[in-house]
C-alpha cells in the first residue's frame, strides 16, 4: 500500500516554468514504477509522462517531450515533474500515480495508486 501526495501546482504565465512533487508514504517506493497524468473537465485522463523503479527509463507523451522532465529519488521516496516552457493546453490537474513492476505504462488503468491531484494553471 501506498500514499501520494502531489505539491508545486499554481498558476504561471506562458512560457514559464513549475516544478511539481509527488512525495509517497509506505514501504519500498523503489519497487513501484510511477507516472503523471493530467485531465482538465469532460476529459480523459492524459499520460504525461512515466518513470521506471530505479529511474533508469523515461517515457513521455509527444506533447510534452522536451519540455517536461520526469524524475525520482528513491531516498526521499519522491518523483518529480519539471515543466518548462509552459503553455496554456498545459492547464489541468495533474495527477501521480504508482503500481508495483518493473515495468510502466501510459494506460491509466495501469496503475494502482493516485494521488489527489495538484492544479496547473498556465495563463496566456
Known amino acids: 500500500q501506498v500514499q501520494l501526495v502531489e505539491s508545486g501546482g499554481g498558476l504561471v504565465q506562458a512560457g514559464g516554468s513549475l516544478r511539481l512533487s509527488c512525495a509517497a508514504s509506505g514501504r519500498a517506493f523503489s519497487n513501484y514504477a510511477m507516472a503523471w497524468f493530467r485531465q482538465t473537465p469532460g476529459k480523459e485522463r492524459e499520460f504525461v509522462a512515466a518513470i521506471t523503479r530505479s529511474g533508469g527509463g523515461t517515457y513521455y507523451a509527444d506533447s510534452v517531450k522536451g519540455r517536461f522532465t520526469i524524475s525520482r529519488d528513491n531516498a526521499k521516496n519522491t518523483v518529480y515533474l519539471q515543466m518548462n516552457s509552459l503553455k496554456p493546453e498545459d492547464t489541468a490537474v495533474y495527477y501521480c500515480?504508482?503500481?508495483?513492476?518493473?515495468?510502466?505504462?501510459?494506460?491509466?488503468?495501469?496503475?494502482?495508486?493516485w494521488g489527489q491531484g495538484t492544479q496547473v494553471t498556465v495563463s496566456s
Open positions: 500515480a504508482a503500481r508495483d513492476s518493473r515495468s510502466y505504462s501510459d494506460r491509466p488503468f495501469f496503475y494502482d495508486y
